[in-house]
């Protein structure tokens, strides 16, 4: 069981400042990956507290909307502070329901206060616009307000993380939230819940809700009172909400699924690009939108690189996340063990050759083992299907505009990385990438100062960046006539 000392621990809605339980008084059970033990549980609520919480949030928003930009981002400041002052408690909260190392943990929350702070700089920066006017006695102003109350659905994988991309830039604009957890990872969103009360955010601005996902999703998408929808999750889920969203004609922003090629050429820094492989391939045991899903080699350096790469997976520390030194933990759970197995047995009847790992960790439960296949083909399942796991597989090719073909031949376009020595190539490839994130020469690209966001059916609109707050904003044209200049 979850040490119920943890200060964050909440097994309950937030709804408009009150923490209740769900109206039938049901739960769900919420386990740790790494034991398959019951943490605790968490309510499981459905339409009549989804619209209670955007009622809450309606409300609240009358007068949060009218608070100056200076408060909100004092505000904010406070909640990335008590976020840092908190980093280690978080972070056990999230290892023990999400499975990630400790040290990723904490890497986790500290990047959850990066964009919280990020989002009360840029608070005070929500330009608006003075136009020339075409006529003598009329002014244009342009302003931009807060779009009302949002909804946010997060996945499981960064429970903290993809929620401060959400609350940080809503606060910012002056909008008032409902967040629905992953309910396999609930804790770390209901700790959002805490946090906000803690640091004075007024009731009804955060409210959290967790419970069954088709429920509360219709609630959200059908509610007029709401106003924008921000997802992140599945490219099958995302779809299915903006299908729903089009019945109230709501803002939308998806950050959905990846399948991010890493393209490495002749003429690379091997080493370098191997150390940036291990990064892009095994954060958070592979179950990263923007973790590797194809490494493309270019003949020259092909054996090499697969050697090298087999190598260094073989030396990472697989353990349970809270143990010293560990590096990769357990997978969410058997479904995605079971994934991961199906699709390397789908690419050995294809002729693929396991260089390193393979199979089940010896660990038990849903550990893997870091895995490298060779001799990766395009008939085979990765080159179209996300793994989220941590298996490596890697294509040969021959000529830059073939490696570029095979890169963007799938309908996500998430992340993508090259590694390259010649400029005149990196710019060729750069542009050439249908892709909304390129790492050159780099494997590890994400931080709040960057728009982070796909293109093609990875989704629409950026988290981070001066574009991140842009979705949480109206536009109000404004046109000042009779003035009798
Ligand atoms: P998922 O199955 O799409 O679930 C994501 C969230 O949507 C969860 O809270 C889930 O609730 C909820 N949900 C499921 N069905 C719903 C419905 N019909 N209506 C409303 N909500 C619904 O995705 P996941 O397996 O948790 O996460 C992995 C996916 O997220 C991958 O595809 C990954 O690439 C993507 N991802 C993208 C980004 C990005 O920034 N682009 C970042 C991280 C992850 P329950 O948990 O209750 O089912």
Redesign the pocket.
Known sequence: MLSKSNPYLREANLIGGKWVPADSGKTIDVTNPATGLKLGTVPKSGAAETRRAVEAAHVAFQTFRKTTALERSKLLRKLADALMDNQQALAELLTMEQGKSLTEAKGEVASSAAYVQWFAEEARRTYGDVVPSPWADRRILVTREPVGVIAA??????PSS?LARKIGPAIAAGCTAVV?????TPYSGLAWGALAEEVGIPAGVVNVVT????E???E??ANPLVKKIT????????K??MAKAAGTVKKVSM????NAPFLVFDDADLDRAVEGAITAKYRNSG????CTNRFFVQAGIYDKFVEKLAAASNRLKVGPGLDDGVQQGPLIDDKAVEKVEELIADATTKGGKVVAGGKRHSLGGSFFEPTVISGAKPQMRFMKE?I?GPVAPVFRFDTEAEAVALANDTEYG?ACYFYTGDLGRAFRVMEGLKYGMVGVNEGLITTPEAP???VKE??LGR?GGHQGIEDYLDTKYVCIGGLGL
């Open positions: 659905i997060t996945p499981w994988n960064f993809m629905k957890p992953a309910s396999q419970g069954s996902a088709a509360i999703g219709d959200l998408t997802f992140t999750g599945s490219t099958e889920v995302g299915v909400l950050e959905l699924g990846g179950q990263t939108c923007v996300e989220f998430l982070f966001g796909g990875s989704g988290e």
